[in-house]
């Protein structure tokens, strides 16, 4: 019995969406079995299917995406891993449980927010790429980036690379640069003010620094010993070392103090931030009762007019990347990376992001991106 294309495609498109399939007769699925043999191309991703500690992370091989007509596959050069990587991985905070599997994860299996790489094919309705095209993007909270392709819709986000960037550079932009910039623009950023990055090395950190310069602000970037150079060669106006200096008992107040990592401290902060100034915090404390206790803090705070606390999770949008990427091309914004690993090396690669001392960027590079 043979299929002709429309009936082998159907087959192929059910396989990929995991539809249950009715077979008329053993040679039909026999048949079936031949045609996703053939036809259904395979991929290398870091799999998980438990929560728990970098370990669980597998390299299995996977179906390999087909784009639908509005969709773009890019074959991955770059990705890293950030704080949302290890996070969802170990279910911190809990509360990551109710959206991705309650005893383990059901919905995301594949993690990676950023990359960098180049499009293999577009989908028919596709006009704003072509095959070939260096890009770089976010998969944004669907994840899916540690493996050898993804596809994305074109109006996600999703652009040309920077022309002056590696794909291993252009891959560690999304996270910290879009983070840093929503939550710069929620702050009310403007030229003049006093601003203090708390984790300036971190991935967030270094493009908050880097944005606040931009916008005009007199930045005071806090780390440690080791990250004091990088620091103050990203622009920094001020450093302060907090393993010698406690930044609050400086006397000094600021009109925002951004806190990358979740550890500036509640009290040491606004004591810190001028009357009705911006107390933005990103990171901290999985433990739901934390979680909890900080929003509510937050709300009081900004009841009562002290400062007005910031905190959630970033959106970002098409003029977002439009914005950091002309920043980019123009010298005005750069990223740091770290260490490199490979997706073999990804559960080590995960070890040491979550460790929490890194530089800027961790950053997996695939075999084709040894130019």
């Known amino acids: 019995m043979a299929l002709d294309e429309g009936q082998r495609d159907y087959l192929v498109e059910q396989y990929h969406r995991k539809k249950r399939i009715k077979m008329p007769n053993s040679r039909m699925h026999a048949m079936f079995h031949v045609v996703v043999e053939n036809q259904v191309a395979l991929m290398k991703a870091a799999v998980y299917t438990?929560?728990?500690?970098?370990d669980v992370l597998e390299i299995k091989d996977v179906d390999k995406p087909v784009p639908r007509d509005n969709e773009v596959l890019v074959r991955i050069h770059a990705t890293t891993v950030c704080a949302a990587d290890w996070r969802m991985r170990k279910a911190d905070p809990f509360i990551a449980r109710f959206m991705?599997?309650?005893?383990?994860?059901?919905?995301?299996?594949?993690?990676?927010m950023e990359f960098a790489g180049k499009v293999e094919s577009v989908g028919k309705a596709v006009t704003r790429f072509g095959e070939g095209d260096q890009v770089f993007g976010s998969t944004g909270f669907k994840f899916g980036a540690h493996a050898e392709y993804a596809c994305l819709p074109e109006d996600a986000l999703l652009a040309i690379k920077p022309v002056n960037m590696t794909f291993e550079e252009a891959a560690a932009v999304l996270f910290g640069g879009v983070s840093a910039l929503h939550f710069l623009r929620k702050a009310k950023i403007q030229a003049g003010q006093k601003v203090l990055i708390y984790g300036a090395s971190g991935s967030v950190g270094i493009f908050a620094l880097q944005l606040a310069k931009h916008f005009g602000a007199h930045v005071t970037g806090v780390c440690s010993t080791a990250n004091l150079d990088l620091v103050k060669s990203l622009g920094a106006d001020d450093v302060v070392d907090y393993t010698r200096e406690d930044f609050s008992r400086a006397g000094r107040v600021y009109d925002v103090v951004f806190d990358t990592v979740g550890k500036s401290g509640f009290s040491r902060s606004l004591k810190s931030i001028k009357r009705g100034g911006f107390y933005v915090r990103v990171g901290g404390s999985g433990r739901l009762s934390f979680i909890l206790r900080d929003i509510l803090r937050g709300m009081w705070v900004s009841i009562r007019g002290a400062a007005k606390v910031i905190g959630g999770v970033a959106g970002g949008a098409a003029g977002d990347l439009s914005f950091l990427k002309g920043l980019i091309e123009a010298g005005k914004l750069r990223t740091v990376?770290?260490?490199?690993?490979?997706?073999?090396?990804i559960a080590e690669a995960h070890r040491y992001a979550e460790a929490g001392h890194k530089k800027g960027h961790v950053v997996i590079l695939f075999e084709q991106t040894s130019l």
């Open 337 to 345: 990376i770290d260490r490199r690993y490979s997706l073999d090396e």
């Open 50 to 54: 438990r929560y728990g500690p970098p």
């Open 100 to 112: 991705n599997g309650l005893w383990g994860p059901k919905k995301i299996r594949i993690l990676g």
